[in-house]
């Protein structure tokens, strides 16, 4: 029996008003998407059309259109006449990651200071404080980067929106391989820090506060990365 792939028919007669019908594509990549960042799939290990269309009981198009999906969102690597593998991330893929994640948010703050902030950004900073120590570690990265993502919500930018997206599946994934974070309570005491400035009005604050939450982050994977290439190559 392969994996359960969730589907909703909002079609006439149903009584679903307002939902949206999801692809088997959209379901697959998500389900696909799911086991990678939750490490259920090891860096490395090939992930071939005819394999994931069998586990799931799907077409071949359809297995290839899904795992298509995450190439383009840098969670699989595909290099010629090679299936696609999970990425083994390094120090350098970080830094990459972080070059061009900086100067996205730092701008995010700089447009949304002074404005009303979403409620969900206050409820984005309980959440990770509740998550359970037990939770599991994608779990509390899933946490983490909500604050994240509603701010960039909140400059109401599609494009801008469109390509910190792009950027979140890989962030994600050096959060979980590393298996490293700044610790919940820094985090959420970072992300409070933020959001206080932002609400007081205080651009430069928040800037500089969001500044030093970034690259403390990008600094401790950077590390992390350093100790996990030492040990694979000792």
Do not use: N
């Not at 599946?169 to 992300?191: K, N, P, T």
Request: net charge negative; proline share 4%; no cysteine.
């Amino acid at each position: 029996m392969g994996h359960w792939v969730p589907m909703v028919d909002a079609g006439e007669g149903h009584g679903m008003k307002g939902l949206k019908t999801v692809s088997v594509v959209d379901a697959l990549s998500a389900s696909l998407r799911s086991r990678v960042l939750d490490g259920d799939i090891d860096p490395g290990v090939g992930l071939t059309e005819t394999d994931v269309a069998t586990e799931y009981e799907v077409s071949r198009p359809t297995a290839k259109a899904a795992i298509t999906h995450l190439v383009q969102e840098g969670l699989l690597r595909r290099e010629a006449h090679r299936s696609a593998r999970v990425p083994t991330l390094s120090r350098d893929d970080v830094e990459d990651l972080f070059l061009v994640r900086m100067p996205l948010e730092l701008e995010v703050v700089r447009r949304i200071a002074g404005r009303p902030i979403p409620a969900d950004a206050e409820q984005a900073v309980r959440d990770l404080a509740a998550v359970e120590p037990v939770a599991g570690h994608s779990t509390f990265v899933e946490a983490d980067l909500r604050f994240h993502r509603v701010l960039v919500l909140a400059v109401d930018s599609p494009r801008l929106t469109r390509l910190y997206r792009a950027l979140s599946g890989e962030i994600h994934l050096s959060m979980v391989q590393s298996r490293y974070a700044l610790g919940r309570d820094r985090i959420v005491a970072e992300h409070s820090a933020v959001l206080q400035a932002l609400q007081d009005g205080d651009g430069p604050l928040a800037e500089s506060l969001m500044r030093s939450h970034l690259e403390g982050a990008r600094d401790a994977l950077a590390r992390q990365f350093d100790e996990l290439a030492a040990q694979r190559s000792g």
